[in-house]
């Protein structure tokens, strides 16, 4: 069996949500700190205000409870969606992988933000807080989110869990379609270099210089996610969405304010694609 051929089988949807929610935690965890350090430098507030060095595992219990069940859910529909495109496209005269790739990516995106979001929320809330009165738990934490309003009247039992799901998608989408095409483009040149597939570690390398790259990229959309979601400025005026997260930004920082935080950033995105792939692809090579 060709990498290419091995790189395009299907993997049982058990074994895709258990290895994707096994590698999610690992990463999480592992690197807390870090995604700490980035969310108190995209901060409007500013890094020392936010926290600085201090507390830097505040935000672990959110983190915890869910990235399981993100990862899992990202990985469940990425790997069972990514055959079935394919076959489709080949049904229409159109075999092309890495646009297969790039549609199960979004798709699965797409499901793992339900998860995601409410996660991030409640993490930069706590991440963020700096006196003893905005310093709780991770329960309080959530009744406090959810007693906010945010949205329509229609969805307001979820209170302000889902600030920012649209900006989200907008960062989440564009670094998947950027991370796995060259993530599965990577692990094949490999295999075909070596004439047998990647290893799990060849393609956590792979993963971790694909989400490096991803992740440069898409800083700027992270930092108008990461302040949507924190839902105040430096001056405690709420923000309305992204378009005026931007404006405001912009005209009070600068636009090298988009670019906060980029160096944590990469550097925990390419730590933690390299423990993240080398785990769920260690996983999946085991269970399979």
Request: hydrophobic share 40%; proline share 5%.
């Amino acid at each position: 069996m060709s990498s290419n051929d091995n790189n395009n089988k299907e993997v049982p949807f058990l074994t895709a949500m258990i290895s994707g929610g096994l590698a999610g935690t690992s990463v999480d965890v592992a690197l807390f700190p870090i995604d700490t350090i980035k969310t108190r430098l995209q901060s409007p507030q500013g890094f020392l205000a936010a926290g600085g060095f201090r507390g830097i595992y505040q935000g672990l219990g959110a983190a915890a409870v869910g990235s399981a069940p993100g990862a899992a859910l990202f990985f469940s529909v990425y790997e069972h969606l990514k055959p079935r495109v394919l076959r489709i496209q080949q049904s229409i005269g159109f075999g092309n992988e890495s646009t297969s790739h790039m549609i199960s990516a979004c798709c699965g995106e797409t499901a793992a933000c339900l998860v995601r979001v409410p996660t991030e929320v409640v993490k930069g809330r706590m991440q963020t807080a700096t006196d003893a009165a905005k310093k709780m738990g991770l329960v309080d934490t959530i009744k406090l989110v959810l007693n906010e309003k945010h949205g329509t009247s229609s969805f307001n039992f979820t209170g302000g869990l889902y600030r920012g799901y649209g900006i989200t998608l907008m960062r989440e989408i564009p670094f998947a379609l950027i991370q796995f095409p060259l993530y599965e483009k990577f692990k094949i040149l490999v295999g075909d270099w070596q004439q047998y597939p990647s290893t799990p570690v060849q393609g956590a390398a792979c993963g971790s210089v694909s989400g490096g790259i991803a992740a440069a990229i898409t800083t700027p959309l992270d930092v108008l996610k990461t302040r949507l979601m924190l839902g105040v400025d430096k001056s405690g005026i709420p923000y309305k969405n992204a378009i005026d997260v931007f404006q405001r930004t912009v005209s009070e920082e600068g636009m090298s304010a988009l670019l906060h935080g980029i160096q944590p950033r990469v550097m925990w995105i390419s730590i933690g694609g390299f423990v993240f792939f080398g785990t769920y692809e260690g996983f999946k090579s085991f269970l399979s």
